[in-house]
Antibody
Framework: EVQLVESGGGLVQPGRSLRLSCTTS????????MSWFRQAPGKGLEWVAF??????????EYAASVKGRFTMSRDDSKSIAYLQMDSLKTEDTAVYFC??????WGQGTLVTVSS | DILMTQTPLSSPVTLGQSASISCRSS???????????LSWLHQRPGQPPRLLIN???NRISGVPDRFSGSGAGTDFTLKISRVEAEDAGVYYC?????????FGQGTKVEIK
């Protein structure tokens, strides 16, 4: 069974950093691209970042709203994807979901950026 | 960026009847590999999104055949036949042809 579990969310002050983890199981992690999405309270879905699997070489992609502040990475040996979030802004407040490509999604982790 | 526009934004539906949601993209979603990466997702309150259909019309394993997708190029439709109570929620179209990935605004399906 494919499972994705996000962790690392919480309350953080503007300008600070947070690292989210997406721990996966039930599939060969290294073979799949992974994505992060987010959903601000009461709002729609927004794509955040994308990292390719080992089969497809290429750069990691970012939404314009997070480029230069967020970094997505992966550890294929641990089957975990990460989202390092620096210089956080209040508008980054959202539930963050990781997704295997776009087919399986985790339950999400809430990030609240507030002073 | 590709703009995705869904209509309607709200759809009250009687149990057992059909619902149809339209999604229009601001440019063609045909990828250079020949595929069209248009997906439909369903989200219930407090739950993560669930992928229903990808590449316009491919239903994901476990998704009832009451759900069907159609369309081409820039115009796409999700049809829900014989609506059941569990179908309530918000439906999103999403394009994965190009970066950045973009979503429609969402269509709220309410069961009357």
């Amino acid at each position: 069974e494919v499972q994705l579990v996000e962790s690392g969310g919480g309350l953080v002050q503007p300008g600070r950093s947070l690292r989210l983890s997406c721990t996966t199981s039930g599939f060969t992690f290294g073979d799949f691209a992974m994505s992060w999405f987010r959903q601000a309270p009461g709002k729609g879905l927004e794509w955040v970042a994308f990292i390719r699997g080992k089969v497809w070489p290429g750069p990691t992609e970012y939404a314009a709203s997070v480029k230069g502040r967020f970094t997505m990475s992966r550890d294929d040996s641990k089957s975990i994807a990460y989202l390092q979030m620096d210089s956080l802004k209040t508008e980054d407040t959202a539930v963050y979901f990781c997704s295997r490509f776009n087919d399986f999604w985790g339950q999400g982790t809430l990030v609240t950026v507030s002073s | 960026d590709i703009l995705m526009t869904q209509t309607p934004l709200s759809s009250p539906v009687t149990l057992g009847q059909s619902a149809s949601i339209s999604c229009r993209s601001s440019q063609s979603l045909v990828h250079s590999d020949g595929n069209t990466y248009l997906s439909w997702l369903h989200q219930r309150p407090g739950q993560p999104p669930r992928l229903l259909i990808n590449k316009i019309s491919n239903r994901i394993s476990g998704v009832p055949d009451r759900f069907s997708g159609s369309g081409a190029g820039t115009d796409f439709t999700l049809k829900i036949s014989r609506v059941e109570a569990e179908d309530a929620g918000v439906y999103y179209c999403m394009q994965a042809t190009q970066f950045p990935r973009t979503f429609g605004q969402g269509t709220k399906v309410e069961i009357k």
